[in-house]
């Protein structure tokens, strides 16, 4: 079966501007989280969707927003892009809420300039 | 606060030796680990979990042990072989089914 789809794969945005990014998860998989990579914070987690409901949210300012859809598909939204939102943004998708039985996406890798 | 730590940020390691990745927490709550693996330019994948009623869980090559009292957890690679050569990230959860908290991650290296 496909696995976690994140488009676009790379994109480059210049400081103020606004950003969404995709992720179609597993089919079947109900769950969709999402986590930021930057250099030496390791993963850092975003939110999480479960039946189109935020269920949880990390410790993010207020320019970082999502939704999902009824077919489960998520999309995050980045807006007044700043240079420290450069990194590397992972969708993971799961059957159930929660963090067993994650699968990754590959990325997405957002550079503001 | 970091919750998770990985206090090494690279190791390098000879083909065929033990490699030793070690990871410490902070939160008592967290009751359940993972290890994942990360290939540059991709999303990580599970390896290996363990369950805080137990301290040991070995899937072949890999085996990760789970020290409570210290809140300390490591993963054992033997042997250890150039394609696991990657960035090693361990996790931790609670049994509400909540997000993982991640540690920064260490990577790497087996030399042939």
């Known amino acids: 079966k496909a696995g976690v789809t994140q488009t676009p794969r790379y994109l480059i945005k210049t400081r103020g501007q606004q950003v969404t990014l995709s992720c179609s998860p597993i089919s079947g998989h109900r769950s969709v989280s999402w986590y930021q990579q930057t250099p030496g914070q390791g993963l850092q987690f975003l939110f999480e969707y479960f039946s189109e409901t935020q269920r949880n949210k990390g410790n993010f300012p207020g320019r970082f927003s999502g939704r999902q859809f009824s077919n489960s598909r998520s999309e995050m939204n980045v807006s007044t892009l700043e240079l420290g939102d450069s990194a590397l943004y992972l969708c993971?998708?799961?059957?159930?809420?929660?963090?067993?039985?994650?699968?990754f996406g590959s990325g997405t890798r957002l550079t503001v300039v | 606060d970091q919750q998770v730590k990985q206090n090494s940020p690279s190791l390098s390691v000879q083909e065929g030796r033990i490699s030793i990745l070690n990871c410490d927490y902070t939160?008592?709550?967290?009751?359940?680990f993972l290890w994942y693996k990360k290939y540059p330019a991709e999303g990580p994948t599970f390896l290996i979990s363990?369950?805080?009623?137990?301290d040991k869980n070995e899937d072949g090559r890999f085996t990760v042990f789970l020290n409570k009292s210290a809140k300390h957890l490591s993963l054992h690679i033997v042997p250890s072989q150039p394609g696991d050569s990657a960035v090693y990230f361990c996790a931790a959860t609670n049994n509400a089914g909540n997000m993982l908290t991640f540690g920064g991650g260490t990577r790497l290296m087996v030399k042939p």
């Open positions: 993971a998708s799961s059957l159930g809420p929660g963090g067993y039985g994650y699968t």
């Open positions: 363990i369950s805080s009623i137990k």
């Open positions: 939160n008592s709550m967290f009751d359940y």
